[in-house]
């Protein structure tokens, strides 16, 4: 009697897929909201700083100063696409946003060049994204230090006193792992991680709530049926919707936003996989918290907050005061994040990220006990 | 005598509350016995206590021939049971709903068929098979969540307060097929607000305040105090039992809380 009964989990299964087909909302939700997730966070949560418009007031109007215009539009940070005359009207463009950044020439530009002095170039910019003004400055004071070594050399050169063939010292930087640096690159695969968790432990543990308040649970403590029979029968087919997403999600990142894993693919789908157990073990501790569905969604949007927040899927964990980086240990996103940027940015393989697999298994058999222990408890 | 049902001094505590004091009854194999007695007075509790959900915390209890205690997966696959919510998937059809329980209680194949079709003809659900539940009216539903209770043909069917909500003629109905079941032998448990069903039961208990404080025939609780009809004896026993809950107050008065 108390063997594992494959009639009894059969039934549970076929079940499940009947409601999974029939609740067109849910399945929306697993379809359409991984997509529509990285749709919205691939573009919207872009923190590269390019083709900001610029606004220009070039009271020197030499060959100088045009030539000044021309190297700030080749950075590709600024777009010094409109011209004014005036404080005035700068004001007004910072003002209305039309131009995040101001860029003043003085009237005596090219006679200062020229003749062999200093020329003052001021650069206003819209502080109040900091991250686009902390960008934009250090972008211009590099065109700044480029330029004056550029005229520096020439000056020498035209004086005859010295014959230099380059800068005294020449700083060459590269940038590994996701050498355009851009935020896509960085963003896209974290996303798998997240969508994934919110995704699927919200239909997870609407499957077992929904059952507790229709009163079939009561129904189902009178039969036969043990939980573990139950358990699997309702867990399997959010394993099969969990790769659904998964695939969607990485097909999308791929084929869409081009950003394309450097590290092997089956590694990814397999710790993937070690990953959505962990979900659903968490759907499953939600579901035997929460009476109703209402509370099993508000339950996944306070797991939301601190996974944005906290497992370095924007910010980086190292800099965070103690406490915040021990409570983003907690969360088995942020080991998530680890692998998938490993796998997709450095293309590393299991050598490198055997630590965080382990903690991934770890919190998968840890919260997968726990979560079928209160699941009994609740049945019985 | 057969004994479907044998309780000996069952008592149910959930922490230092009491649901259940001291409930020894004894059901012949073959008959109806109904429970009757006022809301959260534990009808539910013995009723769960007896299909081996709840374990008791005193007494002893055997179900067809098998202990809650110790076997209660055993008396589970041989009761029928259903409540007054009809625990069914709105969103599945009859047919769906028919197969899944058929699945929970381990048929399959051939006999999973045959038992399906003996009871979509017994309980008359032919033309409804390929409706969803969510479109049943509360009758059919009820109908629907009985056949569901009787796939597995089992030996005691347990019915808490089945008839709930549903209107008089789905009541007829069902109450009928009730008795034809029990004449063909299968034990019936059931507990019920309606006393023309109560009269109808081969045996009656009243449950009050945790306690079985009247058991007999229908007609020997008449006798034994004196009243005409079941609803003057419900009446009576709670006044008698509590004279100082404020709804009696209110029923000497003659009112009718």
């Known amino acids: ?380 | 005598m057969n004994l479907a049902i044998d309780c000996q001094g069952l008592i149910k505590r959930f922490g230092t509350y009491t649901a259940v004091q001291g409930v020894t009854f004894q059901l012949p194999a073959g008959s109806i016995m109904g429970f009757v007695g006022p809301n959260g007075a534990g009808k539910t509790t013995i009723i769960r206590m007896v299909c081996g959900v709840l374990v008791p915390t005193e007494g002893q209890a055997t179900v067809l021939g098998y202990d809650v205690k110790t076997q209660p997966e055993e008396i589970k696959q041989r009761i029928g049971y259903m409540s007054q919510k009809f625990s069914l998937y709105d969103d599945l059809t009859v047919n769906e709903n028919l197969d899944f329980y058929a699945g929970v209680y381990s048929l399959k194949g051939k006999m999973a068929r045959a038992q399906k079709e003996r009871v979509i003809e017994r309980i008359g659900l032919n033309e409804r098979t390929p409706q969803l539940v969510a479109s049943l009216s509360g009758g059919w539903k009820q109908r629907v969540a009985l056949a569901c209770a009787l796939l597995h043909n089992p030996q005691l069917l347990v019915l808490d307060e089945p008839t709930a909500g549903v209107d008089p003629v789905s009541r007829r109905i069902f109450w009928d097929l009730i008795h034809q079941l029990a004449q063909e032998g299968m034990t019936v448990l059931v507990s019920t607000h309606y006393m023309d069903e109560a009269a109808s039961c081969d045996y009656l208990g009243f449950v009050f305040y945790g306690r079985l404080i009247a058991l007999g025939t229908p007609e020997e609780m008449k006798k034994r105090e004196e009243k005409d009809n079941l609803d003057d004896l419900f009446i009576y026993y709670v006044e008698h039992e509590a004279s100082d809950d404020p709804r009696n107050l209110r029923l000497k008065k003659g009112g009718r809380g």
């Open chain 1, 1 to 380: 009697m108390l063997r594992f009964s494959w009639v009894r989990f059969m039934a549970v299964l076929k079940k499940e897929f009947i409601h999974i087909l029939r609740d067109r909302a849910s399945l929306v939700m697993a379809v359409a909201m991984p997509i529509g997730m990285l749709l919205l966070f691939g573009y919207a949560v872009n923190t590269d700083v390019e083709h900001l418009p610029t606004v220009v007031w070039d009271q020197s109007q030499t060959s100088d100063s045009r030539d000044f215009i021309i190297s700030m539009r080749n950075t590709q940070y600024l777009d010094p696409d409109d011209f004014v005359q005036g404080y005035g009207q700068i004001e007004g463009y910072l003002d209305s946003g039309k131009a995040r950044a101001a860029v003043i020439i003085p009237p005596d530009f090219g006679k200062r060049l020229q003749g062999q002095e200093q020329a003052i170039v001021q650069v206003l910019v819209d502080g109040s994204d900091p991250t686009v003004a902390r960008a934009v400055m250090s972008a211009v004071q590099m065109l700044g230090l480029n330029k004056s070594l550029q005229l520096q050399n020439q000056r020498l050169i035209a004086k005859g006193t010295a014959v230099v063939a380059s800068t005294p010292l020449d700083i060459e930087t590269r940038v590994w792992y996701n050498p355009d640096m851009k935020s896509k690159n960085f963003n896209i695969p974290a996303l798998i991680g997240l969508i994934l968790q919110n995704v699927i432990a919200m239909l997870t543990s609407f499957s077992m709530v929904r059952e507790k308040e229709r009163g079939t649970m009561e129904q189902m403590v009178v039969t036969p049926i043990r939980s573990l029979e139950l358990l699997l029968g309702k867990l399997f087919p959010f394993v099969f919707i969990g790769f659904i997403s998964l695939s969607l999600i990485l097909a999308t990142g791929i084929y869409w936003f081009g950003v394309v894993p450097l590290g092997s693919l089956p590694l990814l789908i397999l710790l993937s996989t070690i990953f959505l157990f962990t979900i659903l073990a968490i759907g499953l501790l939600i579901s035997s918290v929460a009476k109703t569905q209402l509370q099993a969604m508000q339950m996944t949007f306070i797991l939301i907050l601190p996974s944005i927040l906290l497992s370095g899927f924007i910010f980086p964990r190292e800099t965070m005061p103690k406490l915040l980086q021990i409570m983003g240990g907690l969360l088995p996103l942020t080991y998530f994040l680890d692998i998938v940027r490993g796998i997709f940015l450095k293309g590393v393989g299991i050598k490198y990220l055997w630590q965080d697999t382990l903690i991934l298994c770890g919190f998968a058999i840890m919260l997968l006990v726990i979560a079928a222990k209160k699941f009994k408890k609740n049945l019985d």
